[in-house]
């Protein structure tokens, strides 16, 4: 692992290592609409069914951002990882999508045992 990378996991316990400090719940967020060509795509689209390439553009973009920011964050407070990160998303006025990523910012240091599962809970 090099000094600048953040680990981000979902699970609550990283293989290996042991947390040895939390600093708690930090989070990225973006908020992103379609531009009205966009829109007009994705309506043409939806009006014969199946995936909407746009959108699942626009939302894996948007995801890209907030985990980026998320381990910005993180970074900012000396955490090394992110333990139980996940996802949360909601929609403004139906044209603009909100997308969240939040978890927990720690320190861990290699356990010296690959199998070793130190949590929080």
Request: proline share 1%; aromatic share 6%.
């Amino acid at each position: 692992m090099e000094s600048n990378d953040v680990i981000a996991v979902s699970t609550n316990y990283i293989s290996g290592y042991r947390i040895t400090k939390v600093f708690g719940t930090v989070w990225g967020i973006t908020v992103r609409s379609r531009g009205i060509g966009g829109n007009m795509m994705a309506g043409l689209r939806s009006l014969k069914g199946g995936e909407i390439k746009e959108y699942i553009t626009l939302l894996n973009d948007a995801r890209n951002v907030a985990m980026t920011r998320l381990k910005e964050e993180a970074r900012t407070l000396g955490a090394n990882a992110l333990i139980d990160v996940r996802f949360d998303s909601s929609d403004f006025a139906q044209i603009m999508t909100e997308i969240v990523a939040y978890g927990t910012a720690v320190i861990i240091t290699p356990s010296g045992k690959e199998g070793d599962l130190v949590s929080l809970s």
